[in-house]
């Protein structure tokens, strides 16, 4: 078993195609403090001063995802869509970034349609810096990959403009601006997706959006199904257009069943046709659950309840990463990882015995009692 990175074996398993030689590892992201406790860089300095392309940024990334095992690094980049709408606090957690930001639900950057015509749009050419891409894949180091798309999704920007309050509300009385919004994300972000695609910056195309809560989701899903989901089939075609696997990052309950019989999950399993699905919880339904009901069609990621990464001791921790591995693994379709992601709440000891519990235990034959 090779601890080199191959992005042929993440592949294998978002794509389906049987059992690699041991269960690869996978994240949405780490959290800059995380990163640079372990490697001792200060990441978050670079970012300030140089932003995401700066090339210690860069160079840390590949460092501390390679020699942690991941067959990739996850890039995602964020448009340039300003909002005034952002909350702060002092961040609390183990590893503390000194502030907290967070969406503003009960108010908007953009609230009428008024608002819509006089937001500076920007257009695709300028939406974005490629460049990050770009950089980071000539300092790849052979064997490894990148996974990643724009950052943010269809759902999580308008929802993030307009405040979730203000679009709940508008769902029912000003449709028209609800229409204008979605088209226009829509219409911004798959453009810089597919030049994304087109210049071969990533090898797996990925959407992180999340549209719930622990009991079901913020718009009810047949208002997903009008604006969210064709606009997520797109990019699935994209991506499948370039022999591509297109993943789901994605919070919340979407397995309760609506009025039609159907679960979002069935909407994106079957209509989307997404490859593999990313943020479980255990909840709402444990990752092993998810992959005995969906396994058959589409990979499943993670999974590690982030309460127990971060309260169990080790001992049980790593009891229960094995029980994961010994229900997920077996036929491939499975990497291990967090059921989000590692925040900077994470304690560290937590995360390592996560990731060394799948060296011992995640070789094929899988071989847990």
């Known amino acids: 078993m090779s601890r080199n990175p191959n992005i042929g074996r993440l592949l294998k398993v978002l794509l389906r195609e049987g ?51 991941y067959d990739y690094v996850p890039m995602e980049v964020s448009p340039k869509l300003p909002r005034t709408n952002v909350l702060q606090t002092n961040d609390v957690a183990y590893l503390s970034r000194g502030k907290r930001t967070w969406q503003d639900e009960n108010k908007g950057t953009i609230e009428t349609i008024e608002d819509f015509e006089k937001y500076p749009w920007p257009s695709p050419d300028e939406a974005l810096d490629f460049s990050v891409f770009e950089r980071l894949r000539r300092k ?103 022999g591509l696997p297109f993943i789901i990052h994605s919070c919340g309950n979407l397995y309760t069943p609506d009025e039609t019989g159907r679960t979002v999950m069935d909407d ?44 169990l001791p080790e001992k049980s921790l790593r009891e229960y990463v094995r029980l994961i591995i010994k229900k997920c693994a077996p036929g491939g379709a499975y990497a291990l990882g967090s059921g989000n992601t590692i925040a900077n709440y994470v304690p560290l000891e937590n995360y390592l015995a996560m990731l060394d519990e799948g060296f011992r235990s995640g070789v094929y034959p899988i071989r847990i009692s």
């Open 19 to 69: 059992e690699p030689d041991r269960v690869p590892f996978y994240e949405h992201f780490v959290d800059n403090e995380v990163i640079e406790a372990l490697t001792g860089k200060p990441v978050s300095k670079a970012l300030a001063e140089e932003g995401l392309s700066s090339e210690k940024y860069l160079n840390t990334l590949i460092e501390f995802y390679s020699r942690l095992g």
């Open 268 to 311: 994106l399993v079957n209509s989307v046709r997404i490859d593999a699905k990313h943020s479980f919880e255990d909840n709402i339904m444990p990752v092993y659950e998810v992959k005995e009901k969906y396994g058959n069609k589409v990979a499943v990621l993670g999974g590690v309840d982030m309460n127990k990464l971060v309260q």
């Open 140 to 242: 790849l180091p052979e064997g490894m990959g990148v996974v990643g798309g724009v950052a943010g999704g269809f759902f999580e920007h308008v929802s993030w403009l307009m405040g979730i309050g203000k679009l709940c509300r508008a769902v029912y009385l000003d449709k028209r601006l609800v229409e204008k919004m979605f088209s226009k994300i829509a219409m911004l972000i798959i453009s810089l997706d597919e030049r994304i695609v087109k210049e071969g910056y990533v090898d797996a195309l990925r959407m992180g959006d999340d549209l719930g809560y622990k009991t079901g989701t913020f718009l009810p899903p047949r208002i997903l199904r009008e604006y969210v989901f064709p606009n997520y089939r797109r990019l699935a075609d994209l991506a499948h257009s370039k």
